[in-house]
């Protein structure tokens, strides 16, 4: 039998990095997958086709609406070839994964393609698509299984007209009119990309806001920008019920007033969360704890209660993200090491790409007010920026939170063109515990959109921004 020192299951961004660090670090690592390609959930139908989609969808819609504006005019008829769109993703997909095959053998880590599931604390089973089967012993193990598309009980998911995010990646056609159910990131990126292409779209969301997670004040910018882009959202609206005729879906819900929606269109995107996935590993057979979520229990080591395993990413606590899950499995096995590695949680970024992106690290006021916390609030809007004059992205603001008392930033929350990558420069900062007073007199290139941050710094300082 073949022997291991670590032996990872799911080659997801958790568990593919935990292999490369485990690689750099010298251990005999094994990764166990059980489709063709690695890169999981993000690398094959999340973060990354999504994200292709929505740069395409971007250029369409720009060349549709924008570019007039900036004096382009275009003497032929723009239109679009979905075909070829969503071919164009795939190919990103498929060369994404194959880098983390090269990344594999780079780091000497061995690949077994097939379901893993635990025959004891220290041995995992691995079966072939062909139902072959081969047994590897290992010291310690990795579960990075990840997570599947949540639903609800009611609905019947025919992955035809009522979909989740993995059919809505490769649709053969703009829907007409596409329900969403869920505000939630998943619902507004996929949701953007078709309003883009000429779908009408409906969000019915159950609590009362957009991105509730998030500071409220994003929410409500993003639904106030959405809505110019064509966007109707129904919040506070419960749905009850799903059905499918022919290629009509429809979906009831129950309005604020306890009043019923019945909406009608041609495609329905459930996007109501992701549940941890463990189904097949067979974690009895270790006599691994879940908790009543499904999610494997682990404690602040990602240590599950059999000391040899330990679990990663979506599949135990915390937020579903690709990062976050790349910081676990680099913190599990830098232990193993015998390192002593450290992740704040309270500093993972979240990020929703749509356009204008919504970005935030730290504590939303929200959560400030709940914890009793005493804060101040500095607030810099898009509008004044040249540069996004410039370019015609004017829509959002930043806002930083800081302690009245100390001035230590505690939260950033962006709203703009670029958050996502701006929001770096935040985690920066919170990570060295800067002050709003720190930010403010760091120097910013002009003219960029991270002005808007320093600007927002100083608005909070002594509520002395400089170009409001
Ligand atoms: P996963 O990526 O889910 O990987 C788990 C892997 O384990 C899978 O490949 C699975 O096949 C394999 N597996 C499961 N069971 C077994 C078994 N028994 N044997 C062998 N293999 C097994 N996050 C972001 O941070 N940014 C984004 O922009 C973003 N966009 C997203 C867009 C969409 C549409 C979706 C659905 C998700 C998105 N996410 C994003 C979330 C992100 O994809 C997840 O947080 C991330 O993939 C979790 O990583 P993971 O390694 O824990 O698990
Ligand atoms: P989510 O948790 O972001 O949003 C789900 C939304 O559905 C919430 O607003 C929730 O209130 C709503 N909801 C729940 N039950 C409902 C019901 N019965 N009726 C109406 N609305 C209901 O989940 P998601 O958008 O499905 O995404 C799943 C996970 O994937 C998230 O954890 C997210 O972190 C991750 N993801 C991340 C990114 C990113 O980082 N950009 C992109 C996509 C997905």
């Known amino acids: 039998m073949k022997t291991y020192d670590i032996v990872i299951i799911g080659s997801g961004p958790g568990g593919y990095v935990a292999a490369i660090r485990a690689g750099q670090l010298g251990f005999k690592t094994a990764l166990v997958e059980k489709y063709n390609t690695l890169g999981g959930t993000c690398l094959n139908v999340g973060c990354i086709p999504s994200k292709a989609l929505l740069d395409s969808s971007h250029h369409y819609e720009d060349t549709l609406k924008h570019l007039d504006a900036h004096g382009i005019e275009l003497s032929g008829e723009v239109t679009l070839n979905l075909e070829k769109m969503i071919a164009r993703k795939a190919a990103v997909v498929e060369q994404t994964c194959a880098g983390v095959k090269f990344l594999m053998d780079k780091n000497k880590v061995e690949v077994f393609t097939?379901?893993?599931?635990?025959?004891?604390p220290t041995q995992i089973k691995i079966t072939a698509a062909d139902a072959t089967e081969q047994l590897i012993e290992t010291k310690y193990t990795i579960i990075a299984t990840g997570s599947k598309p949540a639903s609800l009980p009611f609905i019947t998911l025919d992955k035809e007209r009522v979909i989740t995010s993995t059919e809505a990646l490769k649709l053969k056609e703009v829907p007409k009119h596409l329900i969403v159910i869920g505000g939630g990131v998943i619902g507004l990126e996929l949701g953007q990309v078709y309003s883009r292409l000429g779908a009408k779209v409906s969000v019915v969301e159950y609590t009362d806001s957009i991105i509730p997670t998030m500071d409220r004040?994003?929410?409500?910018?993003?639904?106030?920008?959405?809505?110019?882009?064509g966007f109707d959202f129904y919040t506070g609206h419960q749905v009850k019920e799903v059905t499918r005729e022919g290629a009509t879906v429809t979906v009831k819900a129950t309005t604020p007033k306890g009043e019923e929606l019945s909406l009608?269109?041609?495609?329905?995107?459930?996007?109501?969360?992701?549940?941890?996935?463990?189904?097949?590993?067979?974690?009895?057979a270790a006599g691994v704890h879940k908790d009543d979520r499904g999610r494997v229990v682990v404690n602040d080591h990602l240590q599950t209660n059999v000391p040899n395993i330990y679990a990663i990413g979506d599949v135990v606590r915390g937020a579903m993200l690709a990062h976050k899950a790349e910081e676990e499995g680099v913190l599990v096995v830098e232990q193993l090491a015998g390192q002593k590695p450290h992740i704040d949680y309270n500093l993972i970024p979240g990020v929703v790409y749509t356009w204008p992106e919504v970005a935030s690290v730290g504590k939303s006021e929200e959560q400030l007010k709940a914890e009793g916390?005493?804060?101040?609030?500095?607030?810099?809007?898009?509008?004044?920026?040249?540069?996004?004059r410039a370019s015609m992205d004017?829509?959002?603001?930043?806002?930083?939170?800081?302690?009245?008392?100390?001035?230590?930033?505690?939260?950033?929350?962006?709203i703009g063109a670029r958050a996502a990558d701006m929001i770096a420069e935040a985690v920066t900062a919170m990570e060295f515990k800067a002050s709003a007073e720190d930010i403010a007199r760091i120097s910013h290139a002009h003219p960029t959109f991270t002005e808007a941050v320093k600007e927002a710094a100083l608005a909070a300082t002594e509520n002395r921004a400089i170009h409001s």
Do not use: M, W
């Not at 004040?217 to 882009?229: A, C, S």
């Not at 041609?266 to 974690?283: F, M, S």
């Not at 916390?373 to 996004?388: D, E, P, S, W």
């Not at 959002?396 to 505690?410: C, H, Q, R, S, Y």
């Open 394 to 414: 004017t829509d959002g603001f930043v806002k930083i939170l800081a302690d009245t008392k100390t001035d230590e930033v505690l939260g950033v929350h962006i």
């Open 373 to 388: 916390v005493t804060y101040k609030v500095g607030q810099f809007a898009f509008r004044a920026l040249g540069r996004a």
């Open 264 to 284: 009608q269109g041609d495609y329905c995107l459930v996007a109501v969360g992701r549940r941890p996935y463990t189904e097949g590993l067979n974690l009895e």
């Open 217 to 229: 004040g994003l929410g409500r910018e993003l639904t106030k920008v959405l809505k110019k882009q």
């Open 114 to 120: 097939g379901v893993g599931s635990f025959v004891s």
